[in-house]
């Protein structure tokens, strides 16, 4: 599965690991402005309790285009939902990281690819939808040994698809989920805070206020 150590990859890997899956994490080191997710990934995969942990470094800003790869500022204060898609995407990076997965998968002999996409409480991403998810199987199914020569039927699963941040924050608080270890913000203060402006800072706090619990992140004061 794929782990960046946010709120939602964090959520997926409790649910696989409840429902008695052997959890193989894989996390990119693509260049991210937001490094400290990173070291939120490492911990969470450790304390949940992942059978291995994967870091590999891609290094994206040589494409940029993306607020989170290039020299260009992260959008504050505004509506993650605005039908508008933010500079914030990062071009094709769910299809560069599932690629990886899916290569991961062969050699460890799985055929469930786990991916904390949302298309509820997201910022409009392309590769966060539900016609993105499935041609990706169909490209599996051809693109591996398993698939063309051995009929493994690899699945995408995106467990987090249809619920809103709330509904995810109160399903992985009943597994157990801590989400102190998690990492959302795409732009930190100098202090190593969260900015609590950016689209995921924003996401994230509304949701913790929807689900009626504190948000054990630590913002600069207001």
């Given at each position: 599965?794929?782990?960046?150590?946010?709120?939602?990859?964090?959520?997926?890997?409790?649910?696989?690991?409840?429902?008695?899956?052997?959890?193989?994490?894989?996390?990119?080191?693509?260049?991210?402005?937001?490094?400290?997710?990173?070291?939120?990934?490492?911990?969470?995969?450790?304390?949940?309790?992942?059978?291995?942990?994967?870091?590999?470094?891609?290094?994206?800003?040589?494409?940029?285009?993306?607020?989170?790869?290039?020299?260009?500022?992260?959008?504050?204060?505004?509506?993650?939902?605005?039908?508008?898609?933010?500079?914030?995407?990062?071009?094709?990076?769910?299809?560069?990281?599932?690629?990886?997965?899916?290569?991961?998968?062969?050699?460890?002999?799985?055929?469930?690819?786990?991916?904390?996409?949302?298309?509820?409480?997201?910022?409009?991403?392309?590769?966060?939808?539900?016609?993105?998810?499935?041609?990706?199987?169909?490209?599996?199914?051809?693109?591996?040994?398993?698939?063309?020569?051995?009929?493994?039927?690899?699945?995408?699963?995106?467990?987090?698809?249809?619920?809103?941040?709330?509904?995810?924050?109160?399903?992985?608080?009943?597994?157990?989920?801590?989400?102190g270890l998690t990492w959302s913000c795409y732009d930190p203060t100098p202090e190593g805070l969260a900015c609590g402006h950016c689209d995921s800072c924003i996401l994230r706090k509304r949701?913790?206020?929807?689900?009626?619990?504190?948000?054990?992140?630590?913002?600069?004061?207001?």
């Amino acid at each position: 599965m794929l782990l960046s150590g946010g709120l939602d990859s964090t959520t997926v890997l409790a649910i696989a690991l409840a429902e008695g899956l052997e959890c193989h994490c894989l996390t990119v080191d693509y260049g991210q402005r937001h490094r400290v997710e990173l070291e939120a990934a490492r911990r969470v995969a450790d304390i949940l309790g992942a059978a291995s942990h994967r870091v590999i470094t891609l290094d994206l800003r040589a494409i940029g285009g993306s607020a989170l790869t290039d020299d260009i500022d992260v959008p504050k204060d505004q509506d993650p939902e605005s039908g508008e898609i933010p500079i914030t995407y990062v071009p094709a990076r769910n299809t560069v990281m599932l690629s990886l997965l899916l290569g991961l998968a062969e050699v460890v002999e799985a055929d469930q690819l786990f991916i904390g996409a949302n298309a509820v409480d997201y910022s409009g991403y392309p590769d966060c939808r539900p016609a993105f998810l499935e041609a990706f199987e169909e490209l599996a199914a051809v693109a591996t040994v398993a698939g063309a020569e051995h009929g493994v039927q690899f699945r995408v699963r995106a467990p987090l698809l249809d619920l809103t941040k709330a509904e995810i924050i109160r399903q992985g608080l009943e597994l157990g989920v801590d989400y102190g270890l998690t990492w959302s913000c795409y732009d930190p203060t100098p202090e190593g805070l969260a900015c609590g402006h950016c689209d995921s800072c924003i996401l994230r706090k509304r949701g913790f206020e929807e689900a009626g619990v504190e948000d054990p992140t630590n913002y600069p004061p207001q």
